[in-house]
């Protein structure tokens, strides 16, 4: 009896570990974590950015969850594409943030579009928005830091009470392709938050709306709530984190159980 638990415990150990490896092999885009605390850099849109009249993501929400000496800066920029963020000089100000931060931290750049590239008017392909996200991750392992790319935050606009509209569906795909083609990790954000918004239905996902009718923007307490989904998801593919990110027990059982939050 004692002896057929140990062998189940050993295979359940194995079957994890060969579960683990196989995620490496694709996912997990860098190194373990060293001694250094943690920095994070967040680039991205809307769906990320610091909460205003114009916008407001899960960025800040994510940040409120460090434990000094980890630290972060939130570097959304409203209407942000994965071009105009570039060619505006965000994201030479993310990647300044890596260069003088690699000594005392483990540096970490965030990397979530989507929204805005996939606007006809932002001319810009599918295949053009996938070569781009390529480019960020590469350009943030050159400099010494660390890439997440991050699938865009669902849309919280629905076809039916349990049903989103799944606007973001190509989007999803081609970070997914981009984060296999650069070995980086990333985070599945769009299915996480899709599935919790179709689990809590059309009525409870409007109380994270930045205003009644705004579907794409979180205002403060969405932004914790969705903050803390991209937490754990983090936490998920680099268990290090960790003890760098405090936790919510409570929200995070909420969001894993379909709950309202
Ligand atoms: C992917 O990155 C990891 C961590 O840096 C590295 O160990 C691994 O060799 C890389 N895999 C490929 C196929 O480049
Ligand atoms: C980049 O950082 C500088 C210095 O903090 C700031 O003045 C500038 O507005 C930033 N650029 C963008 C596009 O946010
Ligand atoms: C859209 O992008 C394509 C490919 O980069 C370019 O040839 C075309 O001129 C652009 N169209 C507009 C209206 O900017
Ligand atoms: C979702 O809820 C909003 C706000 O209550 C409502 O305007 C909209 O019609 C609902 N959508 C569906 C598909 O029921
Ligand atoms: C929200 O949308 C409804 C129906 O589309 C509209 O009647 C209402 O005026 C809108 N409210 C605001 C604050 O824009
Ligand atoms: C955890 O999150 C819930 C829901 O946002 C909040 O009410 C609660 O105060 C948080 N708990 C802690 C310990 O921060």
Known sequence: MKSQMVLSCLLALVARAVASIGDSTFHQGALKCTSKPPAFFLAGDSTTAVQSEGGGGWGN????????????????????????FVQGGDWANVTDYVKRNTRRFDTYVTIQFGHNDQKPASNISLSQYQANLERLAREVKGIGGTPFLVTPLTRRSFVSEH??????????????????????????????????????GNESAQVYNLHPNDTTHLNDYGSVVFGRLLADLMIEKRGCLERWIGPNETLSYDLWHGIPA
């Open 61 to 84: 929400g994510f940040l409120s969850f460090l434990k000094a000496p980890a630290w972060g800066v939130n570097l959304g920029h409203n209407g942000a594409t994965t071009v105009s």
């Open 163 to 200: 049903q989103t509209d799944d606007s973001l569906h190509d989007q999803r795909l081609a970070t997914i392709a981009a984060a296999r083609a650069t070995n980086t990790t990333y985070l599945d954000l769009n299915q996480a938050s899709m599935n919790y918004a179709n689990r809590i």
